[in-house]
């Protein structure tokens, strides 16, 4: 069965300063992989996808996130951290036609000082 | 475009009663699938229906059914409740199952509360 591991329960860093959270996954064919943003008390909302197309893929508030087969990571990052970036992040993964569940990491929570 | 909906947003109910989670998918959408959001457990797939059917199932008593009606909404339902079902519910939907990648969009959520 697929396994995410997000590390880091907890990530803080400056307004301004990069983002960098870390997702690795055990498949070893390349799945499905997502980037999930959640608010609180809010549900998901898709912040990118990798779909076999591009290793480098652009999401919306300015993240992105680069695909390594050789280390099995779907990193996400963004250059520069506003306060409306603190949230949870959940990284997941979906199997090809295995079912089409959505397994997730544990979730980072990022936190953004002034 | 709406999005996915959930009713209610929030619910109490005791242990032993049974609970019923409501979802509209987007317009178009066959697929509705609904996981498990409890603190210290992560977030959990708990079920898969397309056109109607039940596709698959993740690692949860049978307590937890539901079904998915002929416009493609969906309903949860959890019998004797039990303390540790209080979690979020999240409902998703998606345009289609097998052969494209698995975009799901969320909803909200409803918070169960078992007392």
């Known amino acids: 069965a697929q396994s995410v591991t997000q590390l880091g329960s907890h990530v803080s860093v400056s307004e301004g300063a990069l983002v960098l959270l870390r997702c690795n996954y055990s498949?070893?064919?390349?799945?499905?992989l997502f980037w999930y943003v959640q608010y609180p008390n809010q549900g998901l909302q898709l912040l990118l996808k990798y779909t076999s197309a591009a290793t480098l893929v652009k999401g919306i508030n300015g993240f992105e996130a680069e695909f390594k087969k050789s280390e099995t990571s779907f990193h996400l990052t963004k250059p520069s951290a506003h306060m409306s970036d603190a949230a949870e992040y959940f990284c997941?993964?979906?199997?090809?036609?295995?079912?089409?569940?959505?397994?997730f990491g544990g979730g980072t929570r990022l936190m953004v000082k002034p | 475009e709406a999005g996915v909906t959930q009713s209610p947003t929030h619910l109490i109910k005791t242990r032993g009663q049974q609970a019923t989670l409501r979802c509209s998918p987007i317009?178009?959408?066959?697929?509705v699938y609904w996981y498990q959001q409890a603190l210290g457990l992560g977030l959990q797939f708990l079920l898969w229906y397309d056109e109607g059917e039940e596709r698959n199932r993740g690692n949860f008593p049978p307590r937890f059914s539901g079904r998915q009606f002929p416009n493609y909404s969906s309903e949860l339902n959890v019998n004797a409740l039990e303390l540790e079902d209080s979690a979020l519910y999240l409902c998703?939907?998606?345009?289609?199952?097998?052969?494209?990648?698995?975009?799901?969009?969320f909803g909200p959520g409803t918070r169960l509360t078992v007392l």
């Open positions: 317009s178009g959408h066959t697929s």
């Open positions: 997941a993964v979906s199997d090809h036609g295995a079912g089409n569940m959505l397994t």
């Open positions: 998703a939907s998606s345009f289609s199952p097998a052969g494209t990648y698995n975009e799901q969009f």
């Open positions: 498949s070893s064919v390349p799945p499905y």
